[in-house]
């Protein structure tokens, strides 16, 4: 499973525009694939060339690993390469792969135990001799999962190339999915400079599947109506002189329940409003409140998603909801984006805050 590619070359062979279409095209190459992943000849230009262009045309974001499984079988691995966003669409596409008698098809890098498998980046080993972890526990903060991991080798100077092979080893010991949801913040330091007692790298999928269990059990809540919430407004001066204004339901951040909706979606629409001192003329203003009403009647409170708000300014407009799960508001988002980016430019992210922390500023407003 040593090959990660995401290369961008000329679209081959007839267009990709459903998970059908795809499968239909790998299914008619995948003798010719299987044999160049078994003789580990012309990878790059029998394999990765053909099938990364394909993947690009129905779904910009998917990367993958290929290799043989055991001696007969080969196995094709996509990965969202840490981006949340886009675990829903390999899910699906993977779900909707036909039986291979030579192929294991596979959503998401999976779990090994750290033992089994051996990482070497630039000369630095990462196993359980070189890394470790321990845990914060914040008394604010009861149910974040601060996790430090250690590596003994660790130094200023190969700081990248360390935190690139730690993310990499947790990806492969935790699995992909449990290394990207399940840690809500990671730092990583010399195991000199640790301040609690260290724990084997091998017992963090355990606490990571503990807490989240009991995270999971002591949250349910949802706020079934917001139409009758209170909202803010604020007016703050940006570095550049122009006016940056905020609408926001100050009811939900004094919620006690925020940690039951830890994903935050932000959804970013660029205007032109260079000659509006960087906010929407009417008829901006008219499309930009469309798309927040068609993205709200999809992902309605009642169902676990929460609008806390909007930003507008310097051409820029933010939009920000607080879910209870990641997979509906990505592909919710990514319809809107696709269907309204003729009008205005849409791009949108997905990250976990539990506590709601990005708000901070307008929490301490009352």
């Known amino acids: 499973m040593n090959f990660l590619k995401n290369i961008f070359s000329p679209t081959l062979d007839e267009p990709i525009k459903s998970n059908e279409d795809f499968w239909n095209w790998f299914e ?19 394999f ?174 949802k706020r079934p109506h917001t139409k009758d919430d209170n909202y803010s407004s604020f007016k703050d001066e940006l570095q550049n002189g122009l006016t940056l204004v905020s609408l926001i339901n100050t009811d939900l951040l004094k919620w006690d329940n925020k940690a039951s909706h830890p994903w935050f979606a932000m959804i970013k629409l660029k205007y032109d409003g260079s000659n509006n001192d960087g906010m929407p003329n009417q008829s901006i203003q008219t499309i930009l409140n469309n798309i927040e009403e068609k993205i709200m009647l999809e992902l309605k409170d009642s169902e676990g998603y929460l609008n806390i708000g909007r930003e507008t300014g310097d051409s820029l407009r933010e939009i920000y909801l607080m879910c209870s799960d990641f997979r509906k508001p990505s592909k919710v988002l990514y319809q809107i984006q696709l269907e309204h980016n003729q009008q205005v430019e849409i791009d949108f992210n997905i990250t976990k805050d539990k506590y709601w922390q990005y708000f901070s500023r307008y929490m301490n407003n009352y």
């Open 28 to 46: 008619r190459n995948e003798k010719k694939f299987h044999e160049v992943i078994k003789q580990h000849k012309n990878i790059d230009s029998d």
């Open 48 to 221: 990765f060339s053909k099938l990364s262009p394909k993947l690009d045309e129905l779904k910009d974001g998917i990367w993958f690993l290929a290799g043989m499984f055991d001696d007969n079988t080969a196995e094709l691995i996509l990965t969202p390469d840490g981006t949340i966003k886009n675990i829903v669409f390999i899910e699906e596409l993977i779900a909707a792969a036909p039986v291979l008698e030579n192929w294991k098809l596979t959503a998401l890098k999976p779990p090994s135990k750290i033992n089994e498998f051996a990482l070497d980046m630039e000369g630095y080993q990462f196993n359980e001799t070189t890394m470790s972890f321990y845990s914060i526990e914040h008394a604010d903060m009861p149910d974040e999962i601060d996790i430090v991991v250690t590596h003994k080798d660790l130094n200023e100077e190969n700081r990248t190339v360390i935190t690139n092979g730690v993310y990499l080893c947790l990806d492969n010991s935790l699995g992909e999915l449990n290394s990207i949801t399940l840690i809500d913040n990671l730092n990583i330091i010399n195991t000199s400079d640790a301040k609690q007692k260290l724990i084997p790298l091998e017992k963090l999928n355990a606490f990571l599947i503990w807490r989240e269990k009991e995270f999971i059990e002591k949250y349910d809540g």
